[in-house]
């Protein structure tokens, strides 16, 4: 794609997120100051894909790919926050710590199966197996590119960090938290129990 190109894809873009939340707005399903901090972290969002883009332009489809990331990201649960609470100096490497283990990238690949019909599981497959044969340290950044994930979402530079769905985040608070994952076990024991017991 051309500059000119890449320019008249982000007004289209800009003027279909500002068209939509307008009627979001016109029919009372979103409130003004909702909508409005939302467009401010758009175009925000916006400004920094630009400086990514001139760098490396990537293809239409690419680009769209991406701002559904981002925009649908204000759902997701703050790993970088969830990591905080155990180390307020590198949250970041514990989530790497997390992306170290084999079962984690195995949940990830699960997930990303189901839920991700652009998931590219070749590509994992490779990257499962790079780990595992030589010091490759899988970070979010890294498994978002190569495989085209969409349950993970990374923003960098100020006010950034990694963020993730809710059963993605429910499995790094567990890995994070014995205890938690012990009471986890035991209730669905019990719940397996009361079953086999009607």
Known sequence: MTSEE????????????????DQLVGKGLIDKNFADKHKKAFYDSLDEEKLRTAQKIRSHTE????YVRS???GNMVSLT???RQYTEDSPGY???S?????NTLEFLRQWENDMNGEFDDRA????LHQAHTSSLTVTPSLWIRRTHAAGIYVKQGK???VRAYPEIAADFRLWLNPAERLALVKIVQEIKTDQRLK
């Open 6 to 21: 890449i320019g008249e894809l982000y007004i289209r873009i800009a003027f279909q997120y500002e068209s939509a939340l």
């Open 63 to 66: 680009i769209m790919r991406r």
């Open 71 to 73: 925009m649908i990201s």
């Open 81 to 83: 926050e969830i990591a």
């Open 94 to 96: 514990v989530i790497q």
């Open 98 to 102: 997390w992306m170290r283990s084999r």
């Open 124 to 127: 994992c497959e490779k990257l």
């Open 159 to 161: 006010g950034g960090g």
